[in-house]
């Protein structure tokens, strides 16, 4: 177990007989009570956990701690949630406890201070320390009664404890020397995938549900932050010093109570932004492509924010768990604001697995989203790392840092998704250097060009891994770079005697201009795995594509996969994964010369020229011979007449048919002798029908892509590898 990972304080509750959980867990009893509650109530499991807490952490009596208890509200009572007392018989009430489920807002949060305010009043005596939680939020004060003020604190007292330093949180905490009647400090912890991603939403919602920003702007925002709080826990501190990305709570000035309160508050929350933005400059300073603009929140939202996060350790947490709630909040944000989609990881861990990528590969992501396929990557260099060298050793870390800092390539075309990609790398421990935001069509002098990193240079990938936009189409008047590609170009058949040259298309497809894109970027004997529609593979229309890349790239594997793989993401369109391995430039000629010679004896062999020729200058003899036999006259008027009209039609259709079966003759000839002559190969086939998840994402508990990709691997390194490219 992580030495910082967070306690279990219900398991540990029921271990030391302090609560039970009953009728199957949907229940629970206080056992020093004797009071039951539904323990599914959101609330309650908050309320449990802070029961527990206040015995096993800060070690107050069990008998001293009451929940549930009676407070008389002018003619009315409440039920306060917790009191824990000074005195045996408790009825000096020391402390207050106020629970909320976690998904409350902060309006509701806001509310509830008040409330907990109003309870601790309304008790008889004083209570002296109020805390309100919701378990990934917390807000402690310390109340006067006398007084009618309540003053923010750190934490709550220790039992035994009267002063609090102003911070909580230190590095280490659980090796200082804690001595009886001295407060109790903590390091942060680690937290499990679905509370991280709670307090991601939370965090996202708690900056955008007020209206002063857009969700989209609220999301910038919160990526900050968390930039942010990883650097501070990757700075260099001493044991028991304090971290930055806390609440420090600072004294106010003033000649009265309220005076006091007001600029203390002010001064907190002045402190905590000088040093959450001294952090964003420190690790701007390093990276300034990562953020290129100021933190743009009030010192209020840098503090709510921070209340969220500042307990927990991100870089501790297992990089699986953090990244999986990173992407599952990216997720449904961007689903829900820009109807983006991004790669489901079965899909996604299935390319990466089978491919041989190593921590020498250069590897390549054309359209990176939120850098799933990138993040494989590493995590498969990182195993790798793991046959080599201790995990805990500098070379273990060395060995797939280097990897991510110099090896790992991405582009994505939206701003904030590739910022969100960037960040999405950082949480994983890097590889965010050479994620860029551009347009992934662009050739590479302008890739260059425009993010001054020059590794981004055609022929130059061992794998390019990708699931690119499909479904539109580039326009040659939006985008002048279509006519530089081959595939921007007017197919121009063999049998077409009367091509004029190539001409440029209108428009063109974004997942076949994307297939040309990858293969500029390969190396000779480069893999490429790609994600397409299946209508690349099938359509009539699209020959003229699958014969180029027959050309460029020998063949790997087709792997079909369901129509559902995508339905859960927002797309529905049957897909397929194609891979392919480059072939060089010279092999590539010898192709292409090939087919030409081929074609060439065809042409010769059938006299096509002069067989076309024969039927045209047919069809034109039938034609003046009916105009001649027909009208004498003025033949331009009889052209004219409805009757010539459609026999001309009737008998051009005769003539183009008998053109048309001699071609079709032709192709099959050249399929045939192309079959003959070419070298064969073997093509891995597969079909997945079920991939792990249905068409709404619940988890089906099988994966035909498992089995699949083990005998894929095995093909690769049996059939390809060994192959001369």
């Not at 300034?288 to 709510?304: K, M, S, Y």
Request: proline share 3%; charged share 30%.
């Amino acid at each position: 177990m992580n030495e910082n990972q967070a306690i279990d304080y219900i398991q540990l509750g029921i271990e030391k007989g302090l609560i039970k959980l009953l009728d199957d867990g949907k229940r629970i009893e206080y056992v020093e009570q004797k009071k039951s509650r539904l323990y599914s109530n959101p609330e309650e499991q908050v309320q449990s956990e802070a029961y527990c807490r206040l015995i096993l952490e800060y070690g107050y009596p069990k008998h001293r701690v009451q929940n549930f208890v009676m407070v008389t509200m002018g003619s009315g009572k409440k039920e306060a949630d917790i009191v824990v007392y000074n005195d045996d018989d408790c009825l000096e009430p020391h402390i207050l406890v106020e629970c909320k489920q976690q998904e409350v807002s902060e309006a509701e949060f806001a509310q509830s201070i008040n409330q907990a305010y109003s309870y601790a009043f309304a008790l008889p005596n004083n209570v002296k320390w109020v805390w309100v939680t919701s378990k990934i939020k917390n807000d402690y004060f310390q109340v006067d009664k006398s007084k009618n003020t309540r003053k923010p604190e750190s934490d709550i007292p220790p039992y035994g404890v009267d002063k609090l330093a102003p911070y909580k949180f230190v590095k280490a905490a659980d090796k200082l020397k804690h001595k009886e009647g001295e407060q109790k400090f903590f390091d942060l912890q680690v937290v499990a995938e679905d509370e991280l991603t709670r307090r991601f939403k939370q965090a996202h919602n708690a900056l955008w549900a007020g209206g002063q920003l857009n969700p989209s702007e609220a999301f910038d925002e919160l990526d900050k932050l968390i930039f942010c709080k990883i650097w501070d826990e990757r700075k260099a501190r001493k044991q028991g010093e304090a971290y930055d990305f806390q609440v420090i709570q600072e004294e106010g000035k003033g000649s009265n109570e309220e005076e006091k309160q007001r600029d203390a508050l002010r001064k907190t929350n002045e402190a905590l932004f000088i040093r959450i933005n001294a952090l964003y400059e420190e690790g701007r300073k390093k990276d300034p492509e990562v953020f290129r603009d100021n933190i743009r929140l009030t010192h209020e939202r840098v503090r709510t924010i921070v209340e969220y996060l500042q307990d927990i350790n991100l870089n501790k947490t297992d990089l699986d768990s953090k990244g999986r709630a990173f992407e599952t909040f990216m997720d449904s944000f961007f689903r829900g604001s820009f109807g983006q989609y991004f790669t489901p990881r079965p899909i996604v861990k299935f390319i990466v697995d089978v491919l041989p990528i190593t921590h020498e590969s250069l590897v390549l992501d054309t359209s990176c989203g939120s850098g799933g396929f990138l993040l494989h990557a590493l995590e498969k260099v990182r195993r790798e790392a793991n046959e080599f060298y201790d995990p805990e050793s500098k070379e273990h870390w060395q060995h797939w840092h280097d990897f991510a800092e110099k090896r790992l390539y991405g582009i994505e075309i939206n701003e904030q998704i590739s910022r969100a990609a960037k960040m999405n790398m950082i949480i994983h421990d890097d590889g965010h250097t050479n994620v860029i935001s551009a347009d992934g069509l662009l050739k590479d002098t302008k890739l260059q060009e425009l993010s001054k990193n020059n590794g981004f240079k055609y022929g130059r990938f061992d794998f390019i891994i990708t699931n690119p936009p499909f479904g539109s189409a580039v326009k040659l008047t939006e985008k002048a770079y279509l006519d530089t590609y081959t595939f921007g170009q007017r197919d121009t058949s063999w049998l077409d005697l009367k091509n004029s040259g190539v001409k440029n298309r209108d428009t063109q497809s974004t997942e076949v201009l994307f297939i040309e894109q990858c293969h500029q970027f390969l190396n000779a004997g480069g893999y490429l795995a790609i994600v397409i529609p299946d209508g690349v593979l099938t359509n009539s229309s699209l020959q003229y594509v699958r014969d180029q890349i027959e050309d460029w790239c020998r063949i790997v594997a087709v792997v079909s996969l369901p129509q559902t793989a995508f339905t859960a993401t927002g797309a529905g369109v049957k897909s397929s994964v194609l891979f392919l391995r480059k072939y060089s430039a010279d092999k590539t000629h010898a192709l292409q010369q090939q087919k030409l010679s081929l074609q060439a004896d065809l042409l010769t062999e059938n006299s096509y020229s002069q067989e076309v020729a024969r039927i045209e200058k047919e069809k034109k003899t039938i034609l003046d011979q009916a105009i001649g036999a027909n009208y004498e006259g003025n033949t331009a008027a009889f052209k004219k007449t409805d009757a010539y009209k459609a026999w001309k039609t009737e008998k051009s259709t005769e003539y183009t048919e008998q053109i048309n079966e001699l071609k079709e003759r032709l192709e099959e000839a050249y399929i045939l002798k192309k079959q003959s002559a070419l070298s064969d190969y073997p093509i891995f086939m597969a079909i997945a029908e079920d991939i792990g998840y249905d068409a709404t994402g619940k988890q089906t508990g099988k994966n035909e892509l498992d089995i699949i990709s083990t005998e894929l691997a095995r093909f690769i390194v049996k059939e390809v590898n060994r192959e001369s490219i």
